[in-house]
């Protein structure tokens, strides 16, 4: 069992930052593929980005491409999600999960061991 909490969220202006954190204690996280997803209210679950076990490979949602960064720091069981030029329409809960089965990195039903979400709301 893996157990992942984000942290980072917050309120932030339009065309601001903020760096989003999923840590885990219990497990190394070096060994998972990883993804972040976000839902906003009334909407479906939605991919971000996603990295592989070692960062090596990464795949972002057209809507982030060029603006958010996935990223990890293996000691420190760390995932990042970098986020720069927010907009309000980036408004939703981020989840960070592991992707179980190295592929169909967009899929949700391909990641396992969610976590509880932070809140990220942009302002215009």
């Known amino acids: 069992q893996v157990q992942l909490v984000e942290s980072g969220g917050g309120l932030v202006q339009a065309g601001g930052s903020l760096r989003l954190s999923c840590a885990t204690s219990r497990r190394t996280l070096s060994m998972y593929n990883m993804g972040w997803f976000r839902q906003a209210p009334g909407k479906e679950r939605e991919f971000v980005a996603a990295?592989?076990?070692?960062?090596?490979?990464?795949y972002y949602a057209d809507s982030v491409k060029g603006r958010f960064t996935i990223s990890r720091d293996n000691a420190k069981n760390t995932v990042y999600l970098q986020m720069n030029s927010l907009k309000p329409e980036d408004t939703a809960v981020y989840s960070c999960?592991?992707?179980?089965?190295?592929?169909?990195?967009?899929?949700?039903?391909?990641?396992?061991?969610w976590g509880q979400g932070t809140q990220v709301t942009v302002s215009s």
């Open positions: 990295s592989n076990w070692s960062g090596a490979d990464t």
């Open positions: 999960a592991v992707n179980l089965v190295g592929t169909g990195w967009y899929r949700p039903e391909n990641y396992a061991y």
